[in-house]
């Protein structure tokens, strides 16, 4: 469990904290800061999808 710097809430390492929507210092592989399953084959849409959602989140801009 890490806890979030912005809001305080303990949870399990993400790249986006569930309450308040800050970026989390969480050390993750490429599969669970993504949230996608860890299999040979991967839908690369939904990776492109989730790439660009997240990084649409967590872009410094909105955190400076």
Same mark, same amino acid.
Request: charged residues 30%; hydrophobic residues 40%.
């Given at each position: 469990?890490? !806890? @979030?710097?912005? @809001? &305080?809430?303990?949870? !399990?390492?993400?790249?986006?904290? *569930?309450?308040? &929507?800050?970026?989390? *210092?969480?050390?993750? /592989?490429? +599969?669970? %800061?993504?949230?996608?399953?860890?299999?040979?084959?991967? /839908?690369? /849409? %939904?990776? !492109? #999808?989730?790439? #660009? !959602?997240?990084?649409?989140?967590? #872009?410094?801009?909105? +955190? %400076?």
């Amino acid at each position: 469990m890490i !806890e @979030c710097l912005s @809001c &305080g809430r303990r949870q !399990e390492p993400s790249l986006i904290c *569930a309450e308040c &929507g800050s970026p989390l *210092a969480a050390p993750l /592989d490429c +599969f669970a %800061a993504l949230d996608i399953p860890r299999k040979l084959t991967i /839908d690369l /849409d %939904a990776l !492109e #999808h989730r790439y #660009h !959602e997240l990084s649409r989140k967590i #872009h410094p801009d909105r +955190f %400076a």
